[in-house]
């Protein structure tokens, strides 16, 4: 209660005109959350009417402020300048914060039909996020279509719901789980058509289509929370609802799970030869994406675990990609490969963290990736040995672009593009870069609040 | 410069000396084994954590690795004394001393993999440290190979997670049946051995300071260290086919070393001929011997790098040994050195390598590995002494081909490593024999006069036949140096035909399933139509003054009339 004082106080002061009082807010806003993490992994805690806390749900809500303050700190070239592009009256900034107060309470509240409508609400500013703030034309028909297929298939999980809610008289998580739920019902098809919402969020491989097409034209918070934020709900609803809806192992689950894998490692297979590189990233988190959504639906303990440590690991080290290409954006001026080379020989350091993160993203011990990674293909490999060898070239396969990203930015003679006069080179990425580092790698010492 | 060489090689004999003292008076030597083991998580109801492991195996190889760096510093102050970012590389070396040290002392496969994937990493930004596009491709191959290795051992952590332990006496414990060959087939990959040995000749694209540790000490050894402490997982078949694969790596090495002409390669393809033979004696069983092989090995291998390193700095950068020659008068420390450690690999009586090629042919001859391999490994070592002559001879003879008739000298870096490897090349097989009474190895066989001198015949023929046929140009030898220099056309395989098929296939993957059926069927107009279509006709129906004034009645008798 008296953080919550505290926090509304400093939001007062800072409205106010105060601006140191930002670095306070955030840092009250994380000792809120330490404060909320001492629930048990198990459980699930209704801790008011619309708050309901367990260890994934406050995970996720400290993935969703940790990429909201990276993505601010390096979208402040939109800020600074002193020109603030303003489309009706809102600016890059606040539809961030719209995206991060969507985001913070979707993964808290504690009642389907305010589950759904978070699912939805986040939508919208990331919509103006792609749409606004460029005329090509391109950008017009990627907003669309991540509106479009991601409502359009999430219209079944409302019907569904909306069904479930008349039947048992009340929607809130635990209370309709304790109640009865889903007794008497094969749960096959139905759980395949109410987490098709899910599965393109997440995105699964044929419905993936969005994704580079909204990463590409998006700007770069845009990015950094799409990638970071965004195909988390999909995850997330989907350990929610195998929890709700009481689906077995069956051969429609092992269809999408097979389907999802081999997915995974055709997009890893498709990063290597791709020529611009936020598309590549862009794919790459289709695989991560991928891994963690077979193992969750093997149905293993580890699998849930394992599935909840790849989002959190792939969502602190995919924006941070996205920040390094945008800042060679900077000084090539393109986001084609074969313009934007040779920074090694330039900028030793950013060619550092380039490296760093590249390692990472591919799985490099002892981070949390490693740890997320091994785990993936080790409960794969209990399933079934040929999904765990799947897993494997999945693996072998995101090495290999790993490294074809690093080099294809970093190795060479330096673009001739790179000498511009009036480069405004600013560490703010490196900030954010090494504070996401440090989390990655810390997170070994701590493996037991990642595992969830 | 001079600073940051030398705060550099003093911190690694720092440590070195620092080891080695805590070594002589832990009782180590004796054999104490301190382990520590950090718990790291208490999610699953096996044990998951760290142990590091410091027994006498794991105290001299960090030695080993430690005086090989003190040494290599000191030669790349040498070597890239016109470098300007030196604190560039040397910081590399140490990220990648780091990670061989974690791999050495951590024998824990959650701890191992730090070192294992710090090592292919770190060895692709030290191949790749001259920016051009060779070393790219060499990069590349190296890295990837090596993480076909790290895929493996991933496999292997996930079958380890439902047995009990993940350590090196696990198999103690519970121990399933793949895990031993997809160890043994991950160490293969950073070893070298046969469908992956296309990566080593081609990493010589790294500076030579790099292939000196890297190559010949360190990275290579690394699988072999990995197989000689998991060794209890390898069952009867897995050591048979470690045997299989090291017997070709070995003989593949050496005949492709007769006929390879940069410097650099012939002594990279020496070195996959000994990690072959280190492979082939753990197949046999002995772990003890390819663990002293493979310290003995490092030291003087290390030398001939060195060696090598100084003539082709001092030739300029040229790595063909076409254009060389005549080192016995210009260079002449470099040379009596290089010809020691030559001697040393062929295994000449009472220098380093000698102890443990004899202990290695000795138990060989008194184990059952078949007549077959031991016919094999007796053509290896004579294809290893072939090699080995065929290089001092290049290096030496005078052909009058080098431009530089004289040669100064006279760089105290160099010389100051030189130095410090001789002295650790030549004796230091005595040395490790003194300390450790393990490598003692006592082989009971009846020593007859008349086979031994057979052996030493029928060598001596062979390699005079092979010399024949090396030096002659006939239309037959086209066809055969083409074979052998491109090592069976391994490195064309691996590198060309893989990577180019991948990638091929992957485009054209994209321009059909990804560009073509899911960019525009599913998504721009397949779904889009069946979704617009019905809507469009609608809209259609409804331009139309008899159209709108049916469809509105529909609706309204439907709605009427629905119950």
Redesign the interface.
Same mark, same amino acid.
């Given at each position: 209660m008296s953080c919550v004082l505290m926090l509304s106080v400093s939001c007062i002061l800072w409205g106010l005109g105060m601006n140191e009082v930002g670095w306070l807010i955030m840092v009250c806003a994380v000792a809120l959350l330490v404060v909320m993490m001492d629930c048990p992994?198990n459980f699930y805690i209704l801790k008011s009417e619309w708050l309901g806390v367990d260890e994934m749900s406050v995970l996720m809500v400290l993935l969703c402020l940790l990429v909201s303050m990276m993505s601010l700190v390096s979208s402040t070239k939109e800020v600074k300048n002193g020109f603030v592009v303003l489309m009706s009256g809102w600016s890059v900034v606040e539809m961030v914060m719209f995206i991060c107060l969507g985001s913070v309470l979707f993964f808290s509240v504690c009642s389907w039909m305010d589950f759904f409508f978070f699912f939805e609400f986040s939508l919208v500013p990331t919509f103006f996020l792609i749409l606004k703030w460029g005329y090509q034309p391109e950008r017009l028909q990627a907003a669309v279509?991540m509106l479009l297929?991601t409502v359009?298939s999430s219209l079944p999980l409302l019907m569904s719901l909306i069904y479930f809610w008349s039947n048992i008289k009340s929607d809130n998580m635990l209370l309709s789980k304790m109640v009865g739920g889903w007794k008497d019902f094969n749960m096959n098809w139905p759980w395949l058509i109410m987490s098709l919402s899910f599965l393109v969020k997440l995105p699964v491989y044929?419905?993936?289509?969005?994704l580079p097409k909204a990463h590409v034209e998006a700007p770069l918070s845009g990015s950094m929370l799409l990638a970071g934020v965004l195909l988390k709900f999909g995850g997330y609803g989907l350990i929610r609802l195998m929890w709700f809806s009481e689906v077995t192992n069956s051969t429609i689950v092992l269809f999408v799970l097979v389907f999802s894998l081999w997915g995974g490692v055709?997009s890893s @297979?498709?990063c290597?030869?791709q020529s611009d590189l936020k598309s590549l990233i862009a794919y790459s988190s289709i695989g991560h994406m991928a891994l963690s959504l077979s193992v969750l639906l093997s149905f293993y303990s580890?699998g849930k675990?394992a599935c909840v440590c790849v989002l959190y690991s792939h969502g602190i080290c995919s924006p941070i990609l996205f920040s390094l290409a945008a800042n060679s954006y900077e000084f090539c001026q393109s986001r084609s490969i074969m313009l934007s080379k @040779?920074i090694?020989?330039i900028f030793?350091i950013i060619s550092g963290v380039w490296?760093f993160f590249c390692?990472l993203n591919m799985?490099?011990?002892?981070s949390l990736n490693?740890f997320s990674?091994?785990?993936s293909? @080790? @409960?794969?490999?209990?399933l079934q040995w040929l999904l765990?060898?799947m897993g494997?070239?999945m693996?072998?396969m995101t090495?290999?672009y790993c490294?074809?990203l690093y080099?294809l930015v970093n190795?060479?003679?330096v673009s001739s593009m790179v000498f511009k006069p009036g480069l405004n080179l600013s560490y703010r990425y490196l900030v954010s870069s090494v504070f996401g580092g440090v989390l990655l790698l810390g997170g070994?010492?701590c493996?037991?609040m990642f595992?969830v | 410069m001079s600073v940051s060489v030398g705060a550099v090689a003093l911190s690694y004999f720092f440590f070195f000396l620092f080891f080695f003292f805590l070594m002589l008076v832990s009782g180590v030597l004796k054999g104490s084994v301190l382990v520590l083991e950090w718990e790291m998580s208490e999610k699953f109801f096996m044990e998951m954590g760290f142990c590091m492991v410091l027994d006498w195996v794991a105290c001299m190889f960090v030695l080993s690795v430690l005086f090989i760096s003190g040494c290599v510093s000191i030669f790349s102050g040498f070597y890239l004394s016109h470098e300007n970012f030196l604190k560039r590389f040397f910081f590399l070396v140490q990220l990648f001393v780091l990670s061989m040290i974690l791999l050495i002392l951590f024998p824990n496969y959650l701890g191992l993999m730090v070192g294992w994937d710090g090592l292919g990493v770190v060895s692709f930004l030290l191949v790749v440290y001259y920016l051009s596009s060779n070393s790219l491709s060499a990069g590349m191959i190296t890295a990837l190979s090596n993480r076909i290795g790290d895929v493996c051992f991933l496999l292997v952590i996930g079958l380890m997670s439902s047995m009990l332990s993940y350590s090196m006496w696990g198999v103690l414990l519970m121990s399933g049946f793949f895990m031993g060959f997809l160890m043994m087939l991950g160490s293969m990959t950073k070893s070298a051995q046969v469908p992956f040995s296309a990566w080593l000749p081609e990493a010589m694209a790294a500076p030579t300071p790099v292939s000196t540790l890297v190559h010949s000490s360190t990275l290579v050894t690394a699988g072999v260290y990995v197989v000689i402490r998991f060794s209890e997982y390898l069952g009867e078949l897995e050591k048979y086919l470690l045997m299989v694969f090291s017997m070709v790596t070995m003989f593949l090495a050496g005949s492709s070393a007769c006929a390879e002409v940069d410097m650099k390669k012939v002594v990279a393809l020496s070195t996959l001929s000994q990690v072959g033979m280190m492979m082939f004696v753990i197949s046999v069983g002995a772990n003890t011997i390819a663990f002293f092989h493979l310290l003995v090995h490092a030291f003087f291998k290390a030398l001939m790098f060195m060696c090598v390193g100084g003539v082709i700095f001092y030739s300029g950068s040229c790595q063909d040994a076409r254009l060389l020659g005549g080192a016995w008068f210009k260079l002449p420390l470099t040379s009596v050195l290089f010809l020691f450690s030559n001697l040393s690999l062929m295994g000449f009586p009472f220098f380093s390598g000698f102890y443990s090629k004899e202990l290695i042919v000795g138990v060989c001859l008194s184990s059952n590995c078949g007549f077959l391999s031991f016919i094999l490994l007796v053509v290896c070592l004579a294809l290893t002494a072939c090699y080995s002559i065929r290089s001092i001879g290049l290096v030496f003879q005078d052909m009058g081909l080098s431009s530089l008739s004289f040669y100064s000298m006279e760089n105290s870096y160099y010389l100051l490593s030189l130095l410090l490897m001789m002295n650790g090349a030549v004796m230091m097989s005595i040395v490790m024999q003194s300390l450790i009474k393990e490598f003692l190895a006592v082989s009971f066989i009846k020593g007859s006069l008349f086979y031994s001198l057979l052996i030493m015949v029928v060598v001596f023929l062979f390699n005079l036949v092979l010399f024949f046929t090396v030096s002659m140009k006939t239309m037959f030898l086209g066809f055969s140096k083409e074979f052998f220099s491109s090592m069976w056309f391994l490195s064309l395989i691996s590198g060309n035909l893989i990577s180019v098929g991948v990638l091929t296939t992957i485009s054209k993957y994209i321009n059909y399933v990804e560009m073509g059926w899911i960019r525009t069927y599913l998504w721009q107009s397949g779904v889009k139509n069946m979704f617009m279509g019905m809507s469009n006709k609608v809209l259609k129906i409804n331009f139309n003054m008899v159209g709108l004034v049916m469809f509105y009645s529909f609706c309204f008798l439907v709605m009427v009339f629905w119950r």
């Open positions: 992994f279509f297929y359009g044929g419905a993936h289509a969005w055709l @297979g498709v290597s030869c580890v675990m @040779g090694s020989r030793p490296f390692i799985g490099f011990p002892p490693f990674e091994v785990y293909v @080790g @409960g794969l490999l209990s765990g060898l494997g070239l693996c072998l090495g290999a490294l074809i080099s190795h060479g003679v070994t010492l493996l037991d595992f | -």
